[in-house]
């Protein structure tokens, strides 16, 4: 069954261990470099991939061996790649900088990430899955990707939305149509508030007058509050040693999506969320820690 196809920035996530992280005309040395491929939305497909949920994905990359190695890491999870656009120029790279007492710095060039054009989309191709799940771009090279967001929205029956900060930062009105059409409204409590200007639950109510269906919202180590027509929950997180929280709100979404796929109520949705987490959060990288549905107790 094809289920979930996911659209947003592809990056090539470069990670220097480095003695210091040098201020203005300071120099220091790398001790070593890793290589992990990222991206808000492929993360979480990566973790519906391995939950047994059929997948693809739309995004670009350019020509490069970046490119080569994010392609090759989506066909390994098997997630569908026939919907991303090939390009000349650079694939998207975030690189991080983290000293040893676990300071960080990060710059992201996002390369051809902004760049995607509504009718450089597979369209048709993308129809064939029930849910979009979307995830935001830088927008520093124009914003086309966002545009060509605003526009898919409407093919699809279900739509899942993670705005991250570059999203919420734009605003409500710029945020608007997306919204409007979304299912499922996936933020941390920090973005919604930004976005709408107002305390979470308000933010939310203000969402269910929009369209949504159901408001997710993220509140770290507090677990998850979660709304909709005719009910809220609040699902505790799960006790377990913290390795790294990088992608801890992409493994929530892979969950809740997968709870809501399967039909199941808010509160069993929350906790299967808050269950990939946990799973995340043990291990270092936003991916090395998503687990295999046959690894959960359900």
């Given at each position: 069954m094809t289920e979930v196809v996911g659209f947003g920035a592809l990056n090539l996530d470069k990670i220097y261990s480095v003695d210091k992280i040098p201020r203005a005309d300071e120099e220091g040395f790398v001790k070593d470099v890793k290589l992990y491929p990222g991206g808000s939305a492929a993360n979480t497909i990566v973790g519906l991939a391995?939950?047994?949920i059929k997948t693809a994905y739309i995004g670009k990359v350019g020509s490069d061996e970046e490119a080569r190695i994010l392609l090759a890491d989506f066909e390994r999870e098997g997630v569908e790649t026939t919907l991303i656009v090939r390009a000349e120029g650079r694939s998207g790279n975030a690189m991080i900088f983290v000293d040893e007492?676990?300071?960080?710095?990060?710059?992201?060039?996002p390369g051809v990430n902004d760049t995607?054009?509504?009718?450089?989309i597979d369209i048709e191709g993308a129809r064939k899955y029930r849910l979009v799940h979307l995830t935001s771009f830088i927008c520093k090279n124009g914003l086309d990707s966002l545009e060509s967001q605003k526009k898919i929205v409407e093919e699809f029956e279900y739509v899942s939305f993670d705005p991250g900060m570059p999203?919420?930062?734009?605003?409500l009105e710029d945020m608007k149509k997306i919204i409007e059409n979304t299912t499922i409204f996936l933020p941390s409590r920090q973005e919604i508030e930004i976005l709408f200007g107002m305390n979470y639950r308000e933010a939310a109510e203000e969402c269910l007058q929009m369209g949504v269906e159901v408001v997710a919202v993220k509140l770290g180590s507090g677990g998850c509050w979660i709304r909709n027509r005719d009910r809220e929950v609040r699902v505790k997180p799960l006790t377990v040693r913290v390795v790294d929280t990088t992608g801890a709100g992409d493994a929530?979404?892979?969950?809740?999506?997968?709870?809501?796929?399967?039909?199941?109520?808010?509160?069993?949705c929350g906790k299967f969320g808050n269950l990939v987490a946990s799973h995340c959060i043990q291990r270092f990288g936003a991916r090395d820690g998503l687990p295999r549905l046959s690894e959960l107790s359900l």
């Open positions: 391995r939950l047994n007492k676990g300071n960080r710095a990060i710059l992201v060039d995607l054009r509504y009718d450089e999203y919420a930062e734009r605003g929530f979404n892979a969950g809740f999506i997968y709870g809501f796929l399967k039909e199941k109520d808010l509160e069993e």
